[in-house]
């Protein structure tokens, strides 16, 4: 029996040649002018991937306007005028060697793309499709069947980023992987392209020069999140101004105003004599299969239980010292108000999570 053919996913898309070499055309050219519009024609792909497209065959009489497939002789079996290659083909060469340029030889030399991949206008329709349609999702169909054009989706977008990213660095060999240590936490930096046997050649100067380049590297990278933390708190402090002057509960004002942020905590210290602070000495007291429900229900004193899905007064109280360390009475609809700005603001949740440095990559 024949080796299972492996099901294709986001994950393995790039150790596919044909689909990588795809993708990466898409990345590398989808954003360029071609005619007047952009994103790639089933053509870009045949002239950068199918075998053969760059070096068409001679089949086509300029005499009697007629194309023969297949065929070997040079010359045309009606006429005998010396064949030439299609003016379609050729007009089509002629325009996109330019369109291509010098970067497609690159891609090629760096193993981006794959000549010859592609054996047929038929096997590319169906690695397009294959792209395009559940459930992988990639790309997507664009304009008119007379000018079909492929683009990346937006929301795939940054997948493929990353999935590149990495295909690149993992072109490298360990060899050729230097790591520079700082005295910060979780902070790492590393030099790709230096091999050991080469390092061995520095001197003691030329390696300080290294470390010193990659420490003003960290600092400038600092000063990028010092702005991005910046912009970050302006913009919560600019929405949560937005909720204190629209909400018509005075225990959600109360909570803005007295803490200056309605950022959910996500392990708060529980304060002694709050709920919270009395579930967490359960779970520490070695009850760890106690569930959050039943603690409640066996606190709660004959409290009636409100409409179906609303919280009861003892749920409620437990919410806000979860998120907020103190009881700020808040009603079941106060509690939904303040999940909706939650969910509604997600965007902005990480201004407080400083310790997510930011990252960055060079690689081609």
């Known amino acids: 029996m024949g080796e299972k053919r492996q099901k294709l996913t986001t994950k393995n898309i790039f150790e596919k040649t044909p689909y990588k070499s795809i993708l990466s055309l898409l990345i590398k050219f989808q ?3 071609f005619q007047g519009k952009k994103g790639l024609k089933p053509l870009h792909f045949r002239y950068a991937l199918e075998q053969n497209y760059q070096k068409p065959k001679l089949t086509f009489c300029l005499i009697c306007k007629k194309k023969y497939l297949n065929i070997r002789s040079k010359n045309c079996p009606k006429c005998h005028t010396k064949l030439e290659i299609d003016p379609r083909v050729k007009s089509n060469i002629n325009q996109l060697k330019p369109f291509f340029g010098e970067e497609l030889d690159y891609l090629i030399n760096t193993n981006r793309i794959v000549p010859g991949c592609i ?3 038929q096997s590319l329709t169906k690695f397009l499709n294959n792209l395009k349609n559940p459930p992988i999702m990639a ?4 304009g008119s069947n ?3 054009r492929y683009r990346i989706k ?7 980023m990353r999935i590149d990213n990495k295909t690149a660095f993992d072109s490298y060999s360990l060899d050729e992987i230097l790591f520079f240590l700082y005295e910060y936490p979780h902070r790492h930096q590393a030099i790709y392209g230096i091999s050991q046997r080469l390092l061995k050649c520095f001197t003691k100067d030329e390696k300080n020069i290294i470390e010193k380049i990659l420490g003003n590297v ?6 990028i999140q010092d702005v991005r933390d910046r912009v970050s708190e302006r913009e919560c402090v600019k929405r949560l101004n937005h909720f204190l002057d629209n909400t018509k509960s005075e225990k959600i004002k109360k909570l ?16 002694k004599g709050t709920l919270y602070a009395e579930y967490m000495e359960h779970k520490r007291s070695g009850m760890h299969s106690i569930r959050f429900l039943e603690f409640l229900k066996n606190i709660i004193d004959k409290e009636d239980r409100p409409t179906a899905g609303k919280r009861t007064v003892t749920e409620c109280r437990f919410w806000s010292e979860l998120h907020f360390n103190k009881n700020y009475g808040f009603s079941p609809e106060d509690i939904q108000e303040i999940e909706r700005w939650w969910k509604d603001n997600n965007d902005i949740m990480d201004i407080h999570q400083k310790n997510r440095q930011i990252s960055f990559a060079r690689y081609f």
């Open 119 to 121: 054996t047929s206008r």
């Open 139 to 142: 790309i997507e169909k664009i």
């Open 31 to 33: 954003d360029k002018d």
């Open 146 to 148: 007379a000018d079909v």
């Open 154 to 160: 937006k929301a795939f977008s940054s997948e493929l």
């Open 256 to 271: 803005i105003q007295e803490r200056g942020i309605l950022i959910r905590n996500r392990y708060p210290p529980p304060s």
């Open 218 to 223: 960290d600092k400038q990278l600092k000063k």
